[in-house]
């Protein structure tokens, strides 16, 4: 299995609201990423996740909290959003933290907020 | 800092034609080098990636991609394109002896004309 997965696909949310993104890869991949993607603009790293534990947070507003439950999985709760955040969330995994690793993407979640 | 410079914003060619997108980087010694392509809403797909030996690298779909020391480019080709190449395509540097963290250019849209 050469995949990362994440659901939802499309999600819309209020300002108010609690939501979660999941991503899922089974190639035993120990890095795991979160990006934010604006239209036309390229990826922008948010957080990296190393054996589990978070090891580079991009000054993100902490109205995006990452979780890594386990190696397999990654999350990325979200809370009183801005429609500023209106954006595609790619997650991504590579093999091993400690090296420069190609990373694999997921097809990404299209987040709108209102 | 490591930074990626794609000149070209916007590249229209004709189907059958050869393909040739530029990238730049800056860096104080080599780096990771690394071409993904995009369709719209979808996620990153890894084209093909340079991390030492052999300066001409083949990748997936037919495409190849140079790295020149001197230039400090690592242009990405195809001797004929097709339809369905009409994508983004981002280049992305990583640096050596750290986490896999990627810096991305701008990206450049490539158009195919039937």
């Known amino acids: 299995d050469t995949e990362v997965t994440q659901t939802p696909k499309h999600l819309v949310m209020g300002m108010t609201n609690k939501k979660s993104l999941k991503c899922e890869q089974h190639?035993?991949?120990?890095?795991m990423y979160w990006y934010k993607q604006k239209a036309k603009k390229p990826p922008e790293l948010m957080f990296v996740?190393?054996?589990?534990?978070?090891?580079i947070n991009e000054s993100v507003p902490s109205r995006f909290s990452p979780e890594c439950p386990n190696s397999s999985l990654l999350n990325l709760h979200l809370h009183a959003l801005q429609p500023e955040d209106s954006a595609l969330y790619l997650c991504?995994?590579?093999?091993?933290?400690?090296?420069?690793?190609?990373?694999?993407f997921g097809p990404g979640t299209r987040l709108t907020v209102l | 800092a490591q930074s990626v410079t794609q000149p070209d914003i916007h590249i229209t060619v004709s189907e059958g034609a050869s393909l040739e997108l530029r990238c730049n980087y800056s860096?104080?010694?080599?780096?990771?080098l690394f071409w993904y392509v995009q369709s719209p809403g979808q996620g990153l797909q890894l084209l093909l990636k340079?991390?030492?030996?052999?300066?001409l690298v083949q990748g997936i779909k037919g495409f190849e991609a140079e790295f020149k020391r001197s230039q400090s480019s690592f242009n990405l080709r195809k001797p004929s394109v097709h339809w369905s190449d009409a994508a983004e395509y981002f280049c992305?540097?990583?640096?050596?002896?750290?986490?896999?963290?990627?810096?991305f250019g701008t990206g450049t849209r490539l158009q195919v004309t039937l």
């Open positions: 991504a995994s590579s093999q091993d933290p400690g090296v420069q690793n190609e990373q694999f």
């Open positions: 190639m035993g991949h120990r890095a």
């Open positions: 996740y190393s054996y589990e534990k978070l090891s």
């Open positions: 860096y104080g010694a080599t780096p990771y």
């Open positions: 340079y991390f030492s030996g052999d300066t």
């Open positions: 992305a540097v990583g640096v050596r002896g750290t986490a896999s963290k990627l810096t």
